[in-house]
């Protein structure tokens, strides 16, 4: 080809992908509008609050100085820390993130930054974690790491994880790793850059809550997120310092922005894990399905339907198709588990108990499972305790993990 003719097929390609990225934008924004530019100045008005959550932060995102931003989307090379608590308002819905779009954010309104610190080193952050973990009984002490995908704003992450801790009524602590989106439609291979970079990181958060003295460990990724942290995982699990069993939690996946090749060849290296990963999957995805059209028609594994395929290779499917999102491009489901409890609460808890073997496909509130009969067989295999579920049959856990924590939390 000649280079006349290369350059006309690259500037083609870009006309093609700028037209799709403007068609695409408005449903990328969603109904509501984004956060604005302080949404994260801190409020000391008089608490109105139906709850306040205190958040960790590990960032490979550059600290911003302006007023109510504190992190941008720009990289950094060493990790940085942070604490945050976030009050939710009493006008709040299930599923729903009331991010302040206002000026200054509304505390009866808008879910609202109460208090808001730097932490200058990981012995910082650990100690701050061993505190929130210490508010539990022992053998009870969780921690949950959440990590956000692709076009997120810092203060978009951190209020999507408090919408989650909320709904969940959450028992374990609630971290959010956050590497440099700059929330950007434009940017989605500058994004996906600053996540393969953020890998490193992403390892020594894992590893700093591990060593916390957390008794067990859950991580859940959402989107582009997800390519990092299976990237990490893969890191750990070849470097011949793996993790504790024992504390490993569960590994959620929520619509994960990942080739189905290149996963399939990460689990082969995994190996089958000792608990199933749970990989939430929907097939009506608009963002995903975006994805795949940059990708080259590649499938996106959180859009994947060869269900079974995945089973075989360690993983439990929650597939949400049929599920009608909140928000207009079908991306965000996995942050309505909570909200679906109740209908899921007694299939759980059988299950949990061992009063019978789940079947391996089981649909409840148009949610499907596949695999599910994994999880009880991983746990006996794996010599891992078999799961108890409080007996008045509450949820734990992250919003996204309704199932997992649910039905895999020792």
């Known amino acids: 080809m000649s280079r006349k003719s290369s350059r006309g097929s690259r500037s083609g390609f870009a ?38 959550h205190t958040l960790l932060v590990a960032s490979a995102r550059a600290r911003d100085p302006r007023p109510g931003v504190f992190y941008n989307g720009e990289r950094t090379p060493e990790l940085s820390f942070a604490k945050v608590q976030v009050s939710v308002p009493p006008t709040h819905k299930p599923g729903m993130v009331e991010a302040p779009t206002q000026s200054p954010p509304n505390p009866a309104t808008d879910m609202v930054v109460r208090e808001a610190v730097y932490r200058e ?112 995982l893969r890191q750990i699990q070849i470097s011949g310092k793996r993790l504790p069993v024992e504390k490993i939690g569960n590994i959620v ?41 940059i990708a080259g028609d590649k499938p996106r594994l959180g859009a994947y339907t060869q269900d079974t395929e995945l089973v075989e290779l360690g993983a439990v499917v929650v597939d949400m198709s049929k599920v009608k999102s909140v928000d207009g491009f079908n991306h965000a489901k996995f942050a309505q588990l909570a909200e679906m409890a109740p209908e899921l609460r007694g299939m759980i808890t059988r299950a949990a108990h061992g009063e019978a073997t789940p079947p391996s496909n089981v649909e409840v509130a148009g949610i499907r499972f ?29 919003a996204a993990v309704v199932t997992a924590n649910s039905v895999a939390q020792p």
């Open 15 to 52: 006309w093609i992908v700028a037209l799709a990225l403007a068609l695409i934008a408005p449903v990328l924004a969603g109904c509501a509008g984004r956060p604005g530019p302080d949404a994260l100045s801190v409020i000391t008005d008089e608490d109105v609050s139906i709850g306040t």
């Open 121 to 232: 080193t990981p012995k910082q952050f650990t100690a701050d974690l061993k505190s929130e973990l210490a508010k539990y009984p022992a053998g009870k002490r969780q921690a949950v790491i959440f990590v956000h995908g692709y076009n997120t704003l810092f203060s978009e992450a951190l209020y999507r994880l408090t919408q989650m801790a909320e709904d969940s009524k959450a028992t374990g602590v609630p971290v959010l790793f956050t590497w440099a989106s700059r929330g950007e439609i434009a940017d989605y291979v500058y994004d996906n850059n600053s996540a393969t970079a953020a890998r490193d990181r992403l390892e020594e958060t894992i590893r700093l809550v591990f060593d916390s003295g957390a008794d067990q460990v859950s991580i859940v990724a959402h989107s582009m997120g997800n390519w990092v942290t299976v990237e990490a």
């Open 253 to 293: 996946l929520a619509a994960p922005d990942i080739d189905v090749d290149v996963f399939k060849s990460q689990l082969k290296r995994f190996g089958k894990p000792p608990k199933p990963f749970i990989v939430i999957v929907s097939s009506d995805d608009k963002a995903l399905a975006f994805s795949n059209f």
């Open 370 to 398: 596949v695999g599910l009969d994994r999880v009880r067989a991983a746990q006996v295999t794996s010599g891992l305790p078999v799961v108890q579920v409080p007996a008045n049959g509450a949820v734990t856990g992250d």
